[in-house]
């Protein structure tokens, strides 16, 4: 079992910048792949980001590519989210997930969520 809480959100404005982070605890943090996923209001859950295990290998949705950077620090069990040049249409809540494999941009094939932090981006 891993519990996930994510931190970090908030109310920027367009072309600002904010750096989410998601602490985990029980299970050994390093034996999962872990993502960024968003749910925009009215809209289903979205894959943004993943990393695999070790961090050498990172996968973006093409709408946050060049602009948000996934990372994660094994020793303080911590997967962060580094967002720039941030838009309206990034509005959303941002949570984390874990999964044992790597490769999905499924929602429903990560089994550990965090509740989620809340992102908004004025105009």
């Known amino acids: 079992q891993v519990q996930l809480v994510e931190s970090g959100g908030g109310l920027v404005q367009a072309g600002g910048s904010l750096r989410l982070s998601c602490a985990a605890s029980g299970r050994t943090f390093s034996y999962y792949v872990m993502a960024w996923f968003r749910q925009r209001l009215g809209k289903e859950r979205e894959f943004v980001a993943a990393?695999?295990?070790?961090?050498?290998?990172?996968t973006y949705a093409d709408s946050v590519k060049g602009r948000f950077t996934i990372s994660r620090d094994n020793a303080k069990n911590t997967v962060y989210l580094q967002m720039n040049s941030l838009e309206p249409a990034d509005t959303a809540t941002y949570h984390c997930?874990?999964?044992?494999?790597?490769?999905?941009?499924?929602?429903?094939?990560?089994?550990?969520w965090g509740q989620g932090t809340q992102v908004t981006v004025s105009s």
């Open positions: 997930a874990g999964s044992p494999t790597y490769g999905s941009r499924k929602s429903g094939d990560y089994g550990y």
């Open positions: 990393i695999t295990w070790g961090g050498g290998t990172t």
